[in-house]
């Protein structure tokens, strides 16, 4: 009997080879760290193979760990591509927070400051990483490349697939929906006389900028944080969105 529940929120997010450091800084810490223990916060972290040369801890994945690790006090779960011994000559003080994975650790939903990470050599294998061990609540890509997020976006089974944006977006609220009583992360059919749009299941594709839960408030309350407008638009074609979307980011920044 299909069951409309609210399931587990294994989220990830991928950083890809093109990825921006600094975005991917703020997205991530904000994906893991600015509320842990929901359901949208980023359980593992899937990093493309060439962020991780690096021997002197100045590399992309070692700043990106020193800002989870030491700035934020996230426990790193390390597959064996990371090697441990050099991993933790990147933190002599904070040595307890850099731990080998297991395979439980991709299938765990920690709920708390810890966060699995996998090493891959492509968008494809980080796909396929996550149609395995995801829950299909929402997933996200970091990457400069437009055809490559298409396909991560199109590739990944999930509720929701954002591009350049952290995990902690998928909310009721925060879509303009109201008050939230769930995520499902299920496929299930309408109800009564069913047409071809009752057929049809939904799939949240968002593209930021870098684009951080933190930076945003309800309104109204006194802060500088900026607002959701929750604005229905009406367009014909993709071009059109895109310009519309594109004026609408100049208009409030």
Not at 12 to 23: D, F, G, M, R
């Amino acid at each position: 009997i299909p069951v409309l529940g609210h399931a587990d929120g294994l989220c990830s997010t991928y950083v890809a080879a093109s990825a921006k450091l600094e975005l991917a800084k703020k997205v991530v810490v904000d994906a893991k760290t600015s509320y842990p223990a929901a359901c949208n916060s980023t359980e593992t972290l899937i990093v493309h193979s060439s962020h991780l040369k690096s021997n002197d801890g100045l590399g992309f994945f070692p700043q990106l760990a020193k800002t989870l690790v030491v700035d934020n006090g996230v426990t790193l779960k390390c597959d064996t591509s990371l090697e441990q011994e050099s991993v933790k000559g990147w933190f002599k003080d904070h040595q307890e927070k850099i731990q080998a994975s297991n395979d439980e650790d991709y299938d765990t939903e920690f709920l708390d400051l810890t966060l699995a990470v996998k090493t891959v050599d492509s968008a494809e294998e980080a796909i396929k990483h996550v149609n395995e061990h995801g829950s299909k609540h929402t997933d996200a890509i970091l990457t400069e490349d437009e055809a490559e997020a298409k396909r991560f976006m199109a590739g990944v089974d999930a509720a929701g697939v954002y591009w350049n944006a952290s995990t902690r977006f998928a909310d009721g609220f925060r879509y303009g929906f109201g008050a939230e009583v769930g995520v499902s992360t299920n496929k299930t059919h309408a109800r009564g006389p069913v047409g071809l749009e009752g057929l049809v299941i939904y799939k949240y594709q968002l593209h930021g900028q870098g684009q951080a839960t933190k930076d945003y408030g309800a309104g109204g309350d006194g802060s500088d944080k900026k607002r959701y407008l929750h604005e229905r638009i009406d367009v014909k074609d993709k071009e059109t969105l895109s310009e519309l979307l594109a004026n609408k980011r100049r208009r409030l920044d």
